[in-house]
């Protein structure tokens, strides 16, 4: 079971007979594809791609609106048939206030055949720019320049936005806090009127998300199915309710992290956007998540006692950071499971017995954690 | 499973055959001839095995250990302590060199367990790897680990309209004698009449599946018009379909054209054990037994009609399209591609994922992620809320990495071991390896042991009851002693694998099957 999960991903296969893209054949959460301003698709010497420009696009309308995003992972490989100055290209873009893409030439072509663009992202009024971007447009009989671009947004307001596999952007406040409903998206743009030249060849595309309780659900998939009859409508409100509370301080305590640790970048300035406290953090956070995964299935000391030494750093840098936010963390950790007590005892007990081994080793670990929170001021 | 010979004769009693106008004498050439080449990962501990194996290589590798050692992998069943492997229903059915026996046990069906210990460890033990192609410590791109074992796999062949025909038989037979259906992992698990034959609306839109008797009715008929050559009669059908419950109904035209066109030679790659959990990750999967890996070739009914009649070259028949099988069904994720008509084997290759042992077209980074709309809503999200706050110091922090962080991908690559169904040339023989291909007998049912052609793994007085109890087995394949068993039962993929056929050929991804020649 993946956290991130696939909204959709088309690397335009091409039909066995003409060579040309079948934009029809791609992996998606269930919805209805349409292709705006009739067949747009065409192919490119030597490549077949998705033509997009202004009044032509792919729109995806998802059965079931994905509610309460709270990150999303978009990834576009095209090459450029056409640049010219100043005529914005909307690469992509989500319905509502969720996040688009576009791209505009701000100079003429130079010599070399390359011309300077500009990006533009958007989430709801979070606006960002990143300047200084060369893509070369086909000449004549040339290959098509492919390009790759991600963009990744994360609610603890980290921006990453990388072109071919390089970071070239990188944002440590954007929208921190943010979710999003998210109903549908488009490939290329259909306010515009349409246009007969076609300047962008998508060759592939890929959107994930990220939504608000993706990862309770993952911890459900560890336990027993049996665990759910033991949890009455009342006492999963709470639990919910409590638990969503819990998560949301959780992040805004790392969104605080990420703004005092990292600083917004571009790629010509140079350096590094991420401090080495938050170097740290981030390698000792993505060690003990596996290390706890390896102590869950197998119980062995030697894994229990590197998740609790990598969270450790992980706890101690966090407290240093932002005593404040750490300690009210805590403080409603603790508060949380005084009302779950009281008002599931019965649930606890069920799902304690539903699944002794989780709960004993989970009750391990947290003795172990107890003692470095009590050392950090914050004991449970 | 059920009693065999029962099994058998019910075979014998409806002419069991599913792979139509070619033998099995000839597939064996065919499959031999086409199998790609599998590219394992340099990091692979465990490479493709047979059924057989699951059975035969922990009792003897056991065998071999020092008691002290024994004791640390006997299994318990019921405060019962068995040498590996086991069987076992409520209780111990078979253990050590005999497990395999316990498959002819009538009460080893479906509701059955095979273990080799439930654990990686136990896995490592008897299947791991355990050297390299340099005899150095440490596996590298261009230095894999090596198979501990030769490398085998199972490959099975249907043609498309016998397999759908047999489906339909023993659809019959279980409505007038109560049998279950599927009977056992091979016989039962294609209707795809729900494709074929669609209700329409009262604005003609699809309004799904025509019922079950309507539909199953309509492709017995079709089916029969067919074998019989009659194309009027079978175009006349088509055109006329019958009415469900007062409402029109239409063939799916694309679906129709698969099923008489096409046969799918499936190639099934079968590991002792998915540990990708080895290679780091949030993503969960891990289990004991991780047969329903694979690939499919899709072959032309009529050029194999050909192939069988004219004793051809089965090198001269290129199949249309190569399917991979990736991770589950519902995550849509198997890929496919066609093949041109002047294709070799050679051109054929696919790529193993290490330790998830999906079947990719390419050496890669391939992310796995499941749809979006799959796994909402679970019922498990209301214990695990509750289980976070209870418990929220670890797990809250667990939570935050695990949204954190992306899934990390399948990863396949190019400078791994190779397995390849032709001898290995002796300069490449230390990242090549022969892979031993077995092909499962599904030709028509005798018992005259000097034909060739008509062979069937039914046919126990011929090639044994074992044989077919141990590819019937409709059992799990692991005891995963983790939180959540994963450990999965046998996939019939035939059903997955034309999904993807039909889709290519709705879509112009594939060329049509060629067509039978009308006789004048």
């Not at chain 1, 390089?166 to 999003?180: C, D, M, T």
């Not at chain 2, 396949?412 to 002796?426: E, F, H, I, R």
């Not at chain 2, 959540?484 to 879509?507: I, M």
């Amino acid at each position: 079971m993946t956290t991130w999960k696939l909204v959709y991903e088309n690397r335009f296969p091409v039909n066995a007979t003409t060579g040309a893209p079948i934009p029809n054949l791609f992996r998606a959460a269930r919805g209805i594809q349409t292709i705006q301003a009739g067949p747009v698709f065409t192919l490119f010497t030597g490549l077949p791609g998705f033509g997009i420009a202004a009044g032509r696009n792919i729109t995806y309308r998802l059965e079931s609106p994905l509610e309460k995003l709270i990150g999303v992972d978009l990834s576009m490989e095209f090459g450029f048939v056409g640049l010219f100055e100043g005529q914005t290209l909307s690469l992509f873009s989500t319905d509502s206030a969720g996040l688009s893409a576009r791209l505009v030439p701000t100079g003429p072509p130079a010599p070399s055949g390359h011309t300077v663009c500009r990006l533009t992202l958007q989430l709801d009024d979070g606006v960002t720019t990143i300047d200084g971007l060369r893509f070369r447009p086909r000449v004549g009989a040339q290959s098509l320049e492919l390009r790759r671009l991600q963009v990744h947004w994360y609610t603890n307001g980290q921006l990453h936005v990388s072109l071919d596999g390089q970071l070239i952007g990188y944002e440590n406040a954007f929208k921190p806090g943010h979710r999003f409903n998210m109903g549908g998206f488009s490939i290329g743009d259909v306010q515009q009127p349409a246009n007969a030249v076609i300047n962008v060849a998508v060759t592939g595309f890929r959107l994930i998300e990220l939504r608000e309780d993706s990862a309770v659900e993952a911890i459900g998939q560890h336990l027993n199915p049996q665990s759910i009859s033991c949890v009455s409508d009342e006492c999963a409100k709470v639990a919910l309710a409590l638990q969503q509370q819990l998560l949301r301080d959780a992040r805004k305590l790392m969104a605080a992290f990420v703004q005092s640790n990292t600083s917004t970048w571009r790629q010509e300035i140079g350096g590094n956007p991420f401090s080495l406290r938050a170097v740290a953090v981030h390698k000792n956070a993505n060690l003990a998540g596996l290390a706890l995964i390896r102590y869950l299935r197998d119980g062995s000391p030697e894994s229990r006692e590197e998740a609790v030494a990598r969270f450790k750093v992980v706890l101690e840098t966090l407290a240093a950071d932002q005593p404040q936010a750490f300690q009210q963390l805590v403080a409603r950790g603790n508060e949380a499971r005084e009302q779950l007590l009281s008002c599931c005892q019965d649930a606890e007990r069920g799902l304690r017995s539903f699944n002794p081994l989780l709960f004993e080793r989970i009750e391990l670990l947290n003795a172990e954690l107890d003692k470095v929170t009590s050392r950090l001021g914050g004991g449970y | 499973m059920p009693d065999v010979e029962r099994l058998s004769q019910l075979a014998f009693d409806v002419g069991l055959d599913f792979t139509g106008p070619i033998g099995h004498a000839k597939l064996e050439e065919l499959a031999r001839a086409w199998l790609p080449f599998i590219r394992f990962h340099e990091d692979e501990m465990f490479h493709t095995i047979d059924l057989d194996e699951f059975y035969s290589v922990p009792a003897a590798v056991f065998e071999t250990l020092d008691p002290e050692v024994q004791r640390q992998f006997r299994i318990i069943v019921r405060d019962v302590l068995a040498d590996p492997p086991i069987v076992r229903t409520d209780f111990l059915r078979g253990q050590g060199p005999s497990a395999q026996q316990a498959l002819l046990f009538g009460e080893v069906d479906a509701n059955a367990v095979y273990s080799h210990g439930g654990n990686l460890k136990a896995a490592d033990k008897f299947f791991g790897s355990v050297r390299t192609a340099d005899d150095t410590p440490v596996q590298s791109p261009g230095n894999p680990r090596l198979p501990r074992l030769p490398l085998r796999v199972r490959a099975e062949f249907r043609m498309l309209l016998e397999t759908l025909k047999q489906d339909l038989v023993l659809a019959e037979l279980a409505e007038q004698q109560g049998l279950e259906k599927p009977i056992d992992a091979i016989w039962g698990d294609f209707d795809v009449t729900g494709l074929l034959l669609r209700q329409l609306s009262n604005t003609d839109s699809d309004a799904g599946p025509a019922s079950l008797p309507i539909r199953h009715e309509f492709a017995r008929r079709l089916i029969r018009e067919e074998e019989n050559g009659n194309a009027a009669a079978v175009e006349q059908l088509i055109q006329n379909p019958p009415q469900d419950g007062g409402r029109p109904t239409k063939v799916n035209r694309t679906v129709w054209t698969a099923l008489k066109g096409c046969g799918l030679l499936e190639y099934h790659f079968m590991y002792a054990y998915n540990d990708f959990s080895r290679y780091g990750g949030f993503y969960t999967n891990e289990h004991e037994g991780d047969p329903n890996e694979g690939c499919c070739l899709v072959f032309e009914r009529e050029l194999l009609r050909r192939l069988q009649d004219e004793n051809g070259d089965p090198v001269t028949v290129p199949p249309l399209a190569l399917i991979t099988s990736v991770h589950k069904d519902e995550n849509h994720d198997d890929k496919m591609r066609a093949i041109d008509t002047d294709a070799v084997p050679a051109d054929l290759q696919v790529f193993v994922a290490r330790g998830s042992h999906a079947t990719f077209l390419d050496a890669d980074v391939h992310d796995f992620l499941d749809l979006a709309d799959l796994f909402r809503q679970s019922d498990l999200a209301l214990p695990a809320a509750l289980l976070l706050g209870l418990l929220s110091r670890g797990l809250l922090l667990w939570a935050l990495t695990h949204e954190h962080f992306n899934p990390d991908p399948d990863v396949t690559s190019d400078k791994g071991l190779t397995g390849q169904s032709a001898p290995v040339n002796p300069s490449d023989s230390d990242t090549h390896q022969q892979v031993e291909v077995v092909v499962t007998r599904l030709s028509r049912i005798s018992n005259d042991p000097t034909n060739l052609r008509d062979q069937s793994i039914y046919a126990v007085s011929r090639f044994g009851g074992q044989a077919l109890a141990l590819r019937a087995f409709r059992g799990i394949y692991g005891a995963h002693t983790g939180f959540v068993d994963k450990s999965p039962q046998w996939e019939n993929k035939t059903a997955r694998y034309f999904v993807h056929l039909v889709r290519g050929l709705e879509t112009g991804q594939l060329r049509p099957p060629a067509e039978r020649p009308i006789l004048l």
